[in-house]
């Protein structure tokens, strides 16, 4: 049987997400890399759903990526497949914007400037089901280890005190302490 010793590298989801959430999936694999001495993958899970939209499309097409953000908004990146994946190995995206917080409708306007996808993948597609769908084809988002595992080798392993959370929104206490000193 496998343990934890036997690992050669960790990975980890390092966002977009919940602040909380992030910070202790971070320190959990944060904690086993340091005891083991093992470098730590983060890996976006933008990506990640953008991989797995990828296994089922052709080199070529574009592909969106979209996780529920809460506040009626979604956090979303957009990819090129410049190879489609093969059994143990990820495909090659090249990313077309970058990962950014937005409401479904202001993301849609915005991709169809830089040309939209033919798939949009995540929760947050799922849920706007009914604004994407006119757009793309839209795919439930699958478990998402077998991706972040994937993309590991390739997403610049490090010491995991280097690991840092992929945040994208500001944080309340910020947006907060902003709209205060905009009353004064």
Same mark, same amino acid.
Request: glycine share 8%.
């Given at each position: ?84 994946? =093969? #059994? $143990?190995?990820? +495909? ?7 990962? %950014?917080? &937005?409401?479904?409708? !202001? ?48 997403? =610049? #392993? $490090?010491?995991? +005190? ?7 929104? %500001?944080? &309340?206490?910020?947006? !907060? ?8």
């Amino acid at each position: 049987a496998l343990t934890t010793a036997d690992i050669d590298l960790f990975a980890v989801a390092s966002g977009p997400g919940s602040f909380t959430g992030l910070r202790i999936g971070i320190a959990a694999i944060q904690g086993l890399a340091s005891v083991h001495r093992r470098p730590v993958a983060p890996v976006s899970v933008l990506r990640a759903l953008a991989e797995a939209a990828a296994r089922q499309q052709r080199s070529g097409v574009r592909v969106g990526a979209w996780m529920d953000g809460r506040r009626h908004e979604v956090f979303t990146a957009l990819y090129d497949i410049v190879e489609s994946g =093969t #059994p $143990g190995r990820a +495909a090659v995206l090249v990313e077309v914007e970058a990962a %950014r917080v &937005d409401s479904p409708a !202001a993301t849609l306007t915005r991709w169809a400037a830089l040309g939209q996808p033919a798939v949009i993948c995540g929760d947050g597609a799922v849920l706007y089901a009914d604004q994407v769908s006119a757009q793309a084809q839209v795919l439930a988002p699958p478990p998402l280890a077998e991706h972040i595992g994937r993309l590991a080798p390739d997403s =610049t #392993p $490090g010491s995991p +005190a280097a690991v840092h959370p992929l945040y994208v929104r %500001r944080t &309340d206490v910020e947006i !907060a302490r902003d709209a205060s000193a905009a009353r004064r």
